[in-house]
């Protein structure tokens, strides 16, 4: 991943990353939700995945990614991403 996109506060609805995917030309997006998506480790992490004209991935594609997810052997998170200001609207460079 080169580039984040973030909602300010994390908090965007899923009609409104489909507008900021055709916005900027994303290739696609993703997004975590507590919708209908179940998340957890037994699930699929409440993961969507949009293409790039900003509707929902082919169901083959959604399936794959789920497939994915319950491969998961671990999580590996970025020591230098600490203190991200998600209340802050700008452009954040972590190296």
């Known amino acids: 991943v080169k580039k984040l996109l973030i909602a300010r506060d994390a908090i ?3 009609p409104a990353v489909s507008c900021v995917i055709r916005k900027y030309g994303t290739d ?11 998340g ?9 995945f949009n293409i790039a004209n900003g509707g ?5 594609v959604t399936n794959s990614v789920y497939d994915k997810t319950r491969q ?3 999580i ?3 020591p230098t991403l600490t203190n991200i200001d998600l ?3 700008g452009k954040h460079i972590y190296e």
């Open 76 to 78: 590996r998170l970025c």
């Open 40 to 48: 957890g480790i037994d699930d699929d992490f409440g993961v969507k």
């Open 72 to 74: 998961l052997t671990n």
């Open 12 to 14: 965007i609805s899923t």
């Open 87 to 89: 209340l802050t609207l």
């Open 56 to 60: 929902p991935a082919l169901e083959a």
């Open 28 to 38: 696609g997006g993703i997004v975590l939700t507590a919708s209908h998506n179940p």
